[in-house]
C-alpha cells in the first residue's frame, strides 16, 4: 500500500473510526460527518483528557495492525511547539500528520 492517496484514505477511515469509539464511549463529541473538517481541538471539536490518550493510542495500534507502521503520537504530539500547526485541530490535519509520520520516520518516533 504505498500509493500516497491510499495510505491518505487509509488514515483517514482509521482515525473516523478511532474517533467514533472515542465518542461512542462518551469521551468527546466530534462531528465525523463532516470528515476531514471535523473539529478535534478546534472550535466545535470536544474531547476529554482521557478520550484523547485512548484516541491516540487507539490510532496507533490501528496503524500498526492494518498497515505495518510502527509510531508513537501520544509522546510526539506533546512535543509540538506552539508555533507548530496543531496536528489535533481537525481530522484532516491529523491525517495528514500521521501520513507525514508514515513517511519521515523520525517525525512521529516510528520504527
Known amino acids: 500500500m504505498s ?54 493510542i487507539a490510532i496507533e495500534q490501528d496503524i500498526e495492525a492494518e498497515l505495518g507502521f510502527t509510531i508513537n503520537l501520544t509522546s510526539t504530539i506533546t512535543e509540538i511547539t506552539p508555533s507548530s500547526t496543531n496536528p489535533l ?7 495528514d500528520y500521521i501520513v507525514d509520520c508514515i513517511h519521515n520516520a523520525t517525525v512521529c518516533g516510528g520504527v
Open 3 to 56: 500509493e500516497p492517496s491510499k495510505i491518505n484514505e487509509t488514515v483517514q477511515g482509521i482515525v473516523l473510526d478511532c474517533i467514533q469509539e472515542v465518542t461512542t464511549q462518551g469521551w468527546g463529541r466530534i462531528q465525523i460527518e463532516q470528515g476531514a473538517a471535523a473539529n478535534i481541538l478546534a472550535g466545535g471539536g470536544y474531547i476529554d483528557s482521557l478520550g484523547l490518550t485512548s484516541l491516540l
Open 89 to 95: 485541530a481537525t481530522v484532516g490535519s491529523l491525517t
